[in-house]
């Protein structure tokens, strides 16, 4: 193990020197480069602990703990527990203006436990896994937040840098709640990055989505003796998807509904008292999403009216669609070029093709280039995320970095195996120090900012951020020891 | 032609001798019998021209005329045009109390078209035809009104006797809106026949039946450009049958519920603006119709609500079930008795065979003996008829009587073929014959109309009656020369 | 408690002196209602422990054991873990013929527990309560069958008796596994009785049923990214009750057909792979759930045609009505009457009066009478049993006797606490003494039992028995400690 | 009149000076344009004529008659009744290499009568309409192949013209049985144009469609009385469509799938035995609409299987998406550039304004500029088109020529309307300009045809055109006089 890892801090120091080459590097992003180096140890082992204790949507104390800690010991200021999330804290260093902060993740999915292996093996049977690298994310980000620090300890650099740690993004929208409270207000311009099979500035946005569920209450019978006395609850829950499934035709093409019945009678000889549906509304706006639930409202009204029971529609939450910041993306562009392509072994290609074998699909390499910067377009694909909401509230810059083979299956054991090795480590590192240089671009650079922030308010328009939440507090899980 | 009629007349005549053999005639009896004898004639001519007049609901222009006609030649006194409608007719003779009432139909049914043939021919193709044998129906009845109306007149009965022609029972619900117009509120008793394969006293009810149009209106889109803006009818009216295929489980058994689309899109590249769903609701008791039709209007709310959608829900018209009065069916039973069974001749009951086979069913040969009094019971079968209106109003006597071979296929030119030749005409006399010497018990015995209005106050308990129809004049369909 | 005791044995023997001047009784009757009186404490303490053991189907393993030993102590040769059930065993007495069988069931039902108080209180929260009454059907069986075997031990009867411990009713068709294995075969008449809230001997049939598992399989895809991928289980699910809906209206009014989801979707954004429906198909008669269950086959299939998935249907059990011996219920109507009505105390009127208030129910009173013999009718009600099975394969004579106040509802707590104090205890001995008394005139009386087999025969006609159930041995469960 | 006529006339070669005057234009492209206003006055007349004519697909008797008429009084050879449609017709001029086609439709849509007045006024009641301008389609082509054929026969060019006189786009896909009959094998390339609200070179797709009819046949029955032996087709249809609207998940965005119920039940108490639904179904490639058709006829199996009926899924017809041509619109934005906008008079300004007030829509002018070039981009918007089969036989270049106000609801009386007065003719006259240029383009440069061709072959790919026709001949209404 020890020697894999100086293998790998040669290699980085390596490719490093090489990136170097291709541009004349200033001195404060080389110190930057140089800081991040100097903490990889320590980056890898936080990621192979949150690796394995791959903790799930809430209850991540072990991984927060260990971010929060290592932030504190580098001389950050540290808020536990924020927006009454005890998972969630914000780590802060210097003072005043501008204020630039980048977000860390740590929960991983539940049923994935794998080892870093090629072959599927769970650590421990039907335990979590990192089957989105979320173990890398916040390391990964605290590096690059760490090396500004440096460089605000210094003198380099002025202003404040603010580590976020945020909890819950696979489920229960953890940073709506922090956005909610109000922590990303006073933000100048905000950084993230997500594991992925390759390196590439985001200039793509996420879906939009709100997550419901309806509820139907009516009247039990016993089925065969008296089932005119009972209303069922079933019924209107069956009502409902079907005019789920019809609206269909008459919605845009971006948009996506889908639901799972969560309560669906419990034996057939008694009329259903109860039935729910648990449904997500999506689409590549917001406004579309909002659009588009009135009707879903009306639909379970509807639904209800049809088979005499009462009902009830419960926000869980809902996300908003990235703002994507193109000005933001072409400096990031930039720093990645700066930084240079990562580079793999023999052995690292071989675990890459053995891991997409052994799953059923063609090995299609690693890429550690970095990908051209590709222009905002029309969004295509599906899928969420809360660092939507964030970008609503602050210009957002976001960095995809290569953690597995390309065209790996995301939320898979391939996943967590990659995230879990070298492979892994090398995309925190390359993220760690393209966001780090970033940063000393946004530091340094009020025009950039503005530019940013101009970007930003252009593509928000009228458009205003109101967390989709329900009343009350953060759905905190009950700790079970 | 003539000789046939002749045998039926000797033969009518032997089987009356038989019958009066069994049981003791009164001579007041004897002078009913001997009545409808005189006039057989005259009935089977009405009877044949009415059969090829084959007028439907509403139209029955001719028929109702050579009805009336027939009733004032023989010294009544007739109102046409009763309830706003152009065919219902009553006609009345004598004066005071008792006021014995007799029901007479005459509307055919559309595309039964058929020769007194035992193979299928039509005698106009696509035409209308007596497949209910209501062409026997009002000669018959009008038969027995005479024979009264000689007895009255002769001062052996005292009190009124009534005739009515009433239209539109296969459709329209014709005695409804006469029963709304209040023309039967002053009957002591009122009796009718319907023409059958047996010859049976009426001791079962009929469904209860509401019919109903359930419209919806939406918005059109272009289906293929921008579906999104359209709002679909046509989803609305299938959430609606969905909702009635769910609610089938929470009625209770004897409850029916059929529909149709009669509006449900014109091409599929337009969003259907409009969609209607033509629904009959039936339940063995007018409350149990009044009760789901709650529930169905609901449905077509909740429908509507779903699809985004308008809605109507328009009520066609509505009957209420036979309610049976066991007493007077008693004294029916013994009248029919004394009447005897009808016999048939070989030529007959060869048609018989021969139009069954035709047909594609087992000959079970024609029944012409009297069948045992039942007792009444909780309805198991289906139909539904505009005589339970009457019933609620009024005691009600009902008589089938047999005019087609034994499980002849209602509604069938198998029915309209024997109606118009001879087996026919022996049931209708025998129902003139067997209503006539009931009507005599009825004006004679005051302690039987007493029993028999007590069993219908008992029967109809706290129920009251009330036309179920739309306001407004009938819907008399516009002449078309 | 002991003066309690006292005071209902000084009442059951009033009775039971008033109940045998109405009518001569034989001394070997006489002898059988002595031998209950000499185990009625036995019985009472064997139901109150059965009572608060509250097993449920299929691990009634205390309950199975204290009804087998005590059989055993009274000299029956017991055999235990018949038909590879673990708690079911067959007890028998003598030799020879006839072979006369007694039922009894001691399983309980999940979620119903309650202290034998008039107001809702569990015994344990969320555990098992005898809400159907079968802590006493058992012991009162047990009863009859020992007051039996001492008449052979003293040679006043001949032939051999068997008392049938029959677990596994509410749930899991236990008496199906056992009839499967023969072990109905050879007797000449069963008898069983179930508790109830008032004495009748058995003319009413029950609902055959089948109880079938539905499952679908898809493919699994993003229901954001790539839902065309995906080929959805649940919409197969959802089509399948589409299907039975639609059908209701095209089944006899006598069927009934009910059905929750046991697995409808663990997520929104994933698209279902797996899907069930669990589902119930009744009818008055085997024939007609057999000829639904095939229209529901197809159903299946269609719509798993239409999602593109796959489909299992798995028979879990069927029960066949029961085919009622109307010979052999006035046999038992005799007896009820000579063993007399039950009388009741103030307190346990009172009793009943508060706990029919604390449900919300008007208090109808105890009903201790014995109700007249009704003639057998076409089945109206719903409801199902094993005895059904039984009925099948010998001739089935069934009592209800009175345990609970009038109307009470059934499978509520109501009949939990009722089963658990005298009301109870009282069903339970006029059972035991009505079925002993029955079984003496079915020794004694071949005749009899010839009348009762004729019967039998004459309503199987010509349907077969044959046990609907899987391959392969019981589902019994694995035993948790 | 007249008057009016002879300022168009004017107007018109106003417009073309200015236009000559933008560019160079060649001695053979002058006398192009001088043929089309040499024949100007006589293509309005055919227009107008074919206006009110008004024939609706397979039945434009008089329209392709008029038509046909001239091009052989100009020396086109004429076959008429080709692909055995009495209206489709084939006018050659000239001989050998290369051969370039033009197409001309000249169909109408029913229900769209209108004069040519600003204000909604039927010609005829419930008669049809020009409302998609198809009255201007045929002879501004003709304009532009008459204008070509007057260049061969001087010797200019060389090769053959050939307008296709082309029914029944609107409906029942006229070119697809030419295109069957093989008329469009041996073309270099192809034209067409279409009227619009915009001058414009078509660069953008149009949706691939199959039109099917899914007929249900079941068992009919009496719904009240024995709904049991019934097997609804309409209830078959249901699931049909609740399949379709499920299966709208599980399709790509492009996908458009939209039904109407073309039978539906007659009557209520009659359980229906036929039932049919009439879809279509879209997708922007014929491959995506040929996946889903195989989805959607097990949707019928499975339906029909449910409802326990029998069904079959006819195919009407099918429509290749268009193949869009980049090379070729090239030069025909060159040459639409060359002749130059339309310019229009205040009157007609004042027509456009008041007829789209009239209407309910805000008057946006009327658009006579050349629109630029636009990449041809994923299709986003519906509709489909019998070009799309040419398109996939011969590289085919559309224009669309503006004889609309701007954004005019299409397929309205506003398109009838103008298509019948000044506004439309310009438009005509553009096209037929435009047209006839590029075909001397075409004409005289080998070097473009092959570019053109190799571009349609890159676009085409392995793709393979077959007619989506059922067998037999074209649905040919039979004459009615």
């Not at 260093?93 to 292996?117: C, F, V």
């Not at 406004?287 to 009135?294: I, M, N, Q, T």
């Not at 299956?409 to 070298?422: D, E, I, K, L, T």
Request: aromatic share 8%; with cysteine; glycine share 10%.
């Amino acid at each position: 193990m020890k020697n894999q890892i100086l293998l790998i801090i040669l290699l980085g120091t390596l490719s490093f020197t090489t990136a170097a080459a291709q541009d004349k590097i200033s001195s404060k992003k080389q110190a930057v480069l140089n800081s991040v180096e100097k903490h990889r140890n320590s980056l890898i082992q936080m990621s192979d602990s949150i690796w394995k204790y791959a903790e799930t949507a809430m209850k991540e104390y072990q991984s927060a703990e260990i971010l929060a800690n290592y932030a504190e010991q580098n001389g950050f200021k540290v808020e536990r527990g924020v927006a009454e999330i005890p998972t969630a804290f914000v780590a802060s260093y210097g003072s005043g203006s501008p204020i630039i902060g980048i977000l860390g993740e740590y929960d991983a999915l539940p049923g994935l436990s794998q080892q870093a292996e090629p072959r599927k093996a769970p650590l421990e049977a039907s335990a979590a896994g990192h089957g989105c690298g979320h173990n890398m994310f916040g390391p990964g980000s605290l590096g690059a937040a760490i090396a500004i620090k440096e460089r605000i300890e210094t003198g380099d650099l002025k202003g404040t840098v603010r580590f976020y740690g945020t909890p819950a993004e696979e489920d229960l929208a953890g940073k709506v709640y922090m956005a909610r409270a109000g922590l990303f207000d006073d933000l100048d311009v905000c950084l993230d990055w997500h594991p992925d099979y390759k390196n590439k500035a985001g200039t793509q946005s996420s879906q939009a989505v709100t997550d419901y569920t309806v509820s139907f209450k009516g009247k039990s019978a016993h089925a065969a003796a008296d089932p005119w006395n009972g209303r069922s609850a079933l019924d209107a829950a069956e009502f409902f998807t079907t005019g789920i499934n019809a609206l269909r035709e008459h919605v845009k093409p971006t948009v996506r509904m889908h639901y799972v019945y969560s309560k669906a009678g419990d034996v057939p000889n008694v009329i259903p008292e109860e039935a729910a549906v648990w449904i997500w509304i999506r689409d590549s706006k917001r406004s579309g999403v909002a659009e588009v639930s009135e009707r879903m409202k009306e639909i379970a009204a509807g639904a209800a009216l049809m088979a005499g029971v009462e009902h009830k529609v419960s926000l869980n939450n809902g996300l908003y669609e990235i703002l994507v910041n193109e000005r933001g993306a072409k400096v990031l562009q930039k720093n990645m070029e700066l930084v240079g392509p990562i580079t793999y072994t023999d052995e690292e290609r071989a675990f890459a093709d053995t891991i997409m074998e052994s799953y059923g699909l063609p090995s299609q390499g690693l890429h550690g280039d970095i990908k051209e910067l590709e222009p905002h377009k029309e969004l295509q694909g599906g899928g969420s995320t809360d660092v939507g909401d964030v970008s609503y509230i602050v210009p957002e810059i976001s960095l995809l970095a290569t953690t597995a083979p390309y065209n790996a299956p995301w939320h898979s054991w391939v996943v967590v195996a990659c995230g879990g090795m070298s492979i892994g480590h090398k995309g925190m590192i390359f993220a760690a120090k393209s966001l780090g240089l970033t940063m000393v671009d946004l530091f340094e650079n009020a025009g950039l900012r503005k530019e940013i922030r101009e970007e930003f308010l252009r593509r928000k328009g009228n458009e205003t951020w109101e967390a989709m939440l329900p009343a009350g507090p953060p759905p905190v899980p009950a700790v079970t020891n």
